[in-house]
């Protein structure tokens, strides 16, 4: 059973629009929820992350957007840009903050169309 | 400051023979993890160390794969007979707060 989903697979934006990418969780033991940004064979990248106690958290182009009793969080791109494509993971870790070992979604692949 | 570094970064191998993958992570990261990430798939945890001592393997299939970090910094993740389902793509991470640094990974395939 898959504790962290991202829906999605893919998603297709247009360059300068909001890109906005969905990811759900079932453990309510989950404190601490990561947005991970991944390009070909590279490893995954940290973007932004939100601690249980925030429902909003913002890194200039990127927010994050928690909702715990939907058990649910959204990353927002805004604008959007080209080198913005790439696949993104959502990731959660249970009490004691990101050191704990990341339980992912399966990603989704970012498109910005020019 | 250098980023986590693995090797190798490719790696190709016939079913059952042995295999072992190296990391090396950000200097003076005391937290260090192994995943492996199948295709399709987000990464899935194998091994998390804290200094040289492995506070989680619940995850790890201790029949064929075996981890070390002997002195709290670099490390080895071995597979011992390699399988057909163990091709991946196989991450090493560092930590010393919250937030984890991933190296490019090594790409295994089994054939």
């Known amino acids: 059973d898959q504790q962290v989903k991202q829906n999605s697979p893919s998603l297709s934006v247009q360059e300068g629009r909001i890109s906005i990418l969905n990811c759900d969780y079932t453990n309510s033991m989950f404190d601490y929820f990561l947005w991970y940004k991944k390009y070909p064979a590279e490893g995954p990248t940290f973007l932004i992350s939100i601690s249980s106690i925030k429902d909003k958290n913002e890194d200039g182009r990127f927010t994050v957007f928690l909702n715990k009793s939907a058990k649910h969080l959204s990353l927002h791109i805004v604008p959007s840009q080209p080198g913005d494509s790439a696949v993104y993971f959502c990731?959660?870790?249970?009490?004691?903050?990101?050191?704990?070992?990341?339980?992912f979604g399966k990603g989704t692949h970012l498109i910005i169309q020019p | 400051e250098a980023g986590v570094v693995q090797s190798p970064r490719y790696k190709i191998i016939e079913k059952k023979q042995p295999v072992a993958f190296w990391c090396n992570p950000i200097?003076?990261?005391?937290?260090l993890y192994w995943y492996r990430q199948n295709l399709g798939q987000g990464p899935e945890l194998l091994i998390r160390?804290?200094?040289?001592?492995?506070?989680?393997d619940s995850q790890l299939p201790k029949d064929r794969f075996s981890a070390e970090r002997l002195k709290g910094v670099d490390s080895t993740l071995k597979i011992q007979p390699a399988e057909l389902g163990d091709s991946a793509v196989y991450l090493c991470?560092?930590?010393?707060?919250?937030?984890?640094?991933f190296g490019p990974g090594t790409r295994l395939t089994v054939l």
């Open positions: 991470a560092s930590s010393a707060y919250n937030e984890q640094f």
């Open positions: 160390y804290e200094n040289e001592e492995a506070v989680d």
């Open positions: 200097s003076g990261h005391n937290t």
């Open positions: 990731a959660a870790s249970p009490s004691g903050g990101g050191a704990d070992g990341l339980t």
